[in-house]
């Protein structure tokens, strides 16, 4: 598996994260140097072995129904970049 | 089920639908965060840290979601998967704190069942046909935004952000906008005699994303778009109409649909595309590590089963065995608040078919006068059971009863309801069974019609009934009908 510019490209889009064209060059040579490195794990055969989905054995906690949390408005609000009475403000996004 | 066609210029097409219908799951917490999912909060109160998507957070399962997701699996006779999993769905919008979805696209916990629908649930004849449903998985809902409170920002608020919803998706075998109309009613009604859902379309705890494709009658499938978000069963069958009808006019004019998302204008009662970016769909799922696997053991699936209520179906046929007629059965069963009324009133030890026959014509009347639902009824079936032991016991008549209905609706409009005993009792509506009176009432009757007297005896059997209305109306309708045919007929000879 190897990534080109466009891939890298339509990555960084979809992560809302700005690159240059001299940055996106340098970043196909990277990728592509860590997708090659984990691709060594494709010479082990896993015929028959269940994928493995923690490194731990441990069972997923569930909580009761109960309310045990919210009304901290003033806290969730805090570190919003524009705050509007008791909601987030954020740039129109109607089309 | 129906053949329903759309007659193009090419000649008859066929309309392939599919249902991605989100419930909201019926919980007092969020599904990953200790939040009230209270409705009508302050803005943003009902917001923890979690929701909020600060760092660090974890999300910690809220197992009654879980368990109200199998619930519902199990009322569709779905496989139930004891070994599911979350996924991330990647996507950036301003309701969304996370920048991901938790969602199940991997595994989700419920996989193949079938809900069987008719179009018209009150019709016991009516024509019965499968739909598939090929999963139910759980997820987090999205904030809400505003739009319209300012002019260049839109407002969030979070108070809906990680409520638990199942999605819950149908095989494209609908075939008709009755036929999804149908299975959205029937799919509401078991959801709310579940329990699962409380099915209210209106305040959005239930809302559809509506696949339609056109095609030559047994054709290859054509490109579907999705409609999202239609929140009104009447809504969902316009937009599936007005869409099907669009697609066959953009085929027959030469063009080609795009398979894309569109939204339902309830105003214009049109579709329009909502011309999203080419990439909004690379959501770009991996299993989330915040979570570990969903495993269900069988003390758990045991105990989803075990508090499973009677559902419509089994409902209906039981009614049926209790004698009640194929139409009550229906009427009754359709609706869960219908069904559950009814038990409540069983409950009182009334007589299922009086129950059901004062139910339906009675109460359902004079609700529909008062354009109230049976939610709303003045009259709970504690109060309504009064009333029918006291015909039941031969204390009033039926038609003594309606008057008395009638006095405890208008006594509950001004505040203070009386009871049917104390209606009874105040007003003197007792009926009576004392034996010379109704003779002596006769003995007049018959005196002051000499006539109709003789012609009876001399073979006019029809003019029984008006010796009955007389004395009736001598007895002010307090007398035991009963005992009036039984003293006319010695009477009359």
């Known amino acids: 598996m190897s990534v080109d510019k466009d891939t890298v490209n339509k990555i960084a889009r979809l992560s809302r994260i700005a690159i240059s064209d001299a940055e996106a060059d340098k970043m196909v040579g990277e990728l592509n140097g860590i997708l090659a490195w984990v691709e060594q794990l494709g010479e082990v055969d896993v015929t028959g072995v269940e994928p493995m989905t923690a490194v731990i054995p441990n069972k997923l906690r569930l909580r009761e129904d109960v309310v045990t949390d919210g009304d901290v408005r003033d806290k969730v609000l805090a570190n919003a970049p ?3 009475g008791s909601f987030f403000g954020v740039p129109k996004v109607i089309e | 089920m129906s053949q329903y066609r759309i007659q193009g210029n090419t000649g008859e097409w066929e309309v392939v639908i599919g249902l991605e219908v989100h419930a909201q799951i019926t919980s007092e917490s969020k ?21 909020a998507a600060m760092p660090g957070m974890l999300p910690v399962p809220n197992r009654e979601c879980l368990r109200q997701a199998v619930r519902t699996g199990m009322a569709i006779n779905a496989q139930i998967n004891r070994w599911s999993r979350f996924d991330r769905k990647n996507y950036f919008y301003a309701d969304l704190p996370q920048g991901y979805q938790i969602s199940q696209l991997y595994h989700p916990i419920v996989g193949e069942g079938a809900i069987e629908v008719t179009l018209n649930e009150k019709d016991p004849d009516s024509p019965t046909k499968k739909i598939g449903i090929e999963r139910i998985h759980v997820e987090q809902d999205a904030g809400k935004l505003m739009h319209d409170q300012h002019p260049t920002m839109s407002f969030v608020d979070l108070n809906r952000s990680g409520v638990a919803l199942m999605e819950i998706v149908s095989r494209p075998d609908i075939s008709s906008p009755q036929e999804a109309g149908a299975y959205l009613k029937k799919l509401r009604s078991i959801l709310r005699y579940v329990g699962s859902c409380d099915g209210n379309m209106e305040q959005g705890s239930m809302r559809a994303d509506v ?95 075990a508090s499973l209520p009677e559902l419509p179906d089994a409902k209906r046929a039981r009614y049926e065995a209790m004698g009640l007629t194929a139409y009550n059965a229906a009427v009754l069963t359709a609706e869960a608040e219908t069904a559950f009324w009814f038990e409540d009133l069983l409950a009182e030890g009334v ?137 006319l007929k010695k009477a009359l000879g």
């Open chain 2, 351 to 487: 007589d299922a078919k009086q129950g059901s026959n004062w139910l339906m014509s009675e109460l359902f009347g004079a609700l529909n006068k008062m354009g109230k639902t049976l939610d709303e009824s003045p009259v709970n079936p504690k109060q309504a059971a009064e009333l029918l032991s006291l015909v039941a016991d031969g204390t009033i008549s039926g038609s003594i009863a309606k008057q008395v209905f009638e006095i405890m609706l208008e006594t509950a409009a001004q505040g203070n309801m009386m009871g049917a005993a104390a209606i009874v009792e105040e007003k003197g509506l007792k009926q009576t069974s004392d034996t010379g009176a109704i003779e002596a009432e006769i003995a007049k009757i018959m005196a002051a019609n000499e006539d109709k007297v003789a012609e009876y005896r001399s073979g006019k059997d029809k003019l029984f009934g008006f010796f009955v209305g007389q004395t009736m109306k001598a007895m002010q309708g307090k007398a035991n009908p009963q005992i009036i045919n039984d003293l």
């Open chain 2, 211 to 305: 696949n339609v494709s056109v095609r030559k009658p047994g054709g290859e499938l054509g490109t579907r778009t999705e409609t999202k978000n239609v929140n009104s069963i009447r809504f969902m069958m316009q937009a599936i109409e007005y869409e099907a009808q669009r697609q066959v006019d953009l085929i027959e004019s030469g063009g080609a649909v795009v398979q894309e998302t569109r939204l339902f204008d309830p105003n214009r009662q049109e579709t329009r595309s909502m011309r999203s970016k080419e990439d909004a769909h690379d959501y770009r799922y991996f299993p989330d590590p915040d979570l570990l696997p969903v495993e269900l053991d069988d003390a758990f699936l045991e105990e989803c089963r």
């Open chain 2, 31 to 51: 599904l990953f965060s200790g939040s009230s999912t209270g409705f009508g909060a302050e803005p943003n109160s009902h917001v923890s840290l979690v929701d």
């Open chain 1, 82 to 84: 524009a705050r509007e």
